[in-house]
């Protein structure tokens, strides 16, 4: 079973930067795709970005292509979210998902963290 655990939000002004990760238990990482989400205060939860089991495909919203780049290492069973040029706008929970496919990852993970609040300040 997979159990994923986020972690390093927190409070940045805007422009600056932050690197949230998921650790994920588990001996079968490297199968899976992984994804992260965002649901800020009174809106749905939106796909934020995508990474294939070997990292050969990735995919990203178009609200934070540029700006966000999706990792991961299979050795350390993490995935992380580097985020950029932060803007008040991406204030939200970020989510960290798990799907054997990267379709699924992208419409309907199977795996779901607890999620770490990420908040810019204007």
């Known amino acids: 079973q997979v159990q994923l655990v986020e972690s390093g939000g927190g409070l940045v002004q805007t422009g600056g930067s932050l690197r949230v990760s998921c650790a994920s238990s588990g001996r079968t990482f490297s199968s899976y795709a992984m994804g992260w989400f965002r649901q800020a205060p009174g809106k749905e939860r939106e796909f934020v970005a995508a990474i294939s089991g070997s990292s050969g495909t990735i995919l990203y919203a178009d609200s934070v292509k540029g700006r966000f780049t999706i990792s991961r290492d299979n050795a350390k069973n993490t995935v992380y979210l580097q985020m950029n040029s932060l803007k008040p706008e991406d204030t939200a929970v970020y989510y960290c998902?798990?799907?054997?496919?990267?379709?699924?990852?992208?419409?309907?993970?199977?795996?779901w963290g607890q999620g770490t609040q990420v908040t810019v300040s204007s």
């Open positions: 998902a798990a799907d054997p496919g990267l379709s699924a990852v992208v419409k309907a993970p199977t795996k």
